[in-house]
């Protein structure tokens, strides 16, 4: 059973445009979500994140919304860059008591120059 | 600071055969995990251990054992491997819980034929 699911596979943007990389949950007890980005033969690292008490988080050109009546949230990449191209995970922790921190399938996002 | 290091880098398997993949941190991380990457599957939880002396059994931990030998060391053996074990191996680590991001080491890919 996906906890986390992001239902797109692969996002095609040109450079300049906004990216948009979408993450559904199912499992309300999720208090914490995170963004990583992985280019290949390299490990997940560390974008954005949001707490749950918070709808909106910002870094830079990077910002995480988050909808948790839907369980949905989305990372904008404005503008996008050639160097943004790489796959997107989504993750989400549980509150204090357990340590399990559970990923998305994956968006692969391609800038287009 | 080398983060996460995970040995050895690749490495292919007979089925059947056993091996043990390292891993260690040197940010005096508490939690550590192993994740595996499959296409279209993300990264799945195999297995987590909270601190020094503590496992827990992830998303996907059948075929998979796991040792915490001390702080800095977490590793995940293959009692005998299945080519169903085909996948690129993550080690993360974190400093705690909830609110806190993971860092991943370079991966293992491992192919068992």
């Known amino acids: 059973d996906q906890q986390v699911k992001q239902n797109s596979p692969s996002l095609s943007v040109q450079e300049g445009r906004i990216s948009i990389l979408n993450c559904d949950y199912t499992?309300?007890?999720?208090?914490?979500f995170l963004w990583y980005k992985k280019y290949p033969a390299e490990g997940p690292t560390f974008l954005i994140s949001i707490s749950s008490i918070k709808d909106k988080n910002e870094d830079g050109r990077f910002t995480v919304f988050l909808n948790k009546s839907a369980k949905h949230l989305s990372l904008h990449i404005v503008p996008s860059q050639p160097g943004d191209s790489a796959v997107y995970f989504c993750?989400?922790?549980?509150?204090?008591?357990?340590?399990?921190?559970?990923f998305g399938t994956g968006t692969r996002l391609k800038v287009l120059a | 600071n080398a983060g996460v290091t995970q040995t050895p880098k690749f490495q292919v398997l007979k089925t059947g055969q056993s091996m043990t993949l390292q891993c260690a941190q040197d940010m005096n991380h508490n939690s550590m995990y192993w994740y595996r990457q499959d296409p279209g599957m993300g990264l799945r939880l195999i297995y987590y251990s909270a601190s020094e002396g503590t496992t827990d059994k992830g998303e996907v931990p059948n075929g998979y054992n796991v040792s915490r030998l001390n702080k800095r060391e977490f590793s995940l053996r293959l009692e005998s491997a299945a080519p169903s074990q085909t996948s690129v191996y993550f080690c993360?680590?974190?400093?705690?819980?909830?609110?806190?991001?993971?860092?991943f080491g370079q991966g293992t890919r491992l192919t068992v034929v």
């Open positions: 993750a989400a922790s549980f509150p204090s008591g357990t340590y399990k921190y559970i």
């Open positions: 993360a680590s974190r400093r705690g819980q909830g609110d806190t991001e993971a860092f």
């Open positions: 499992n309300s007890m999720f208090d914490y």
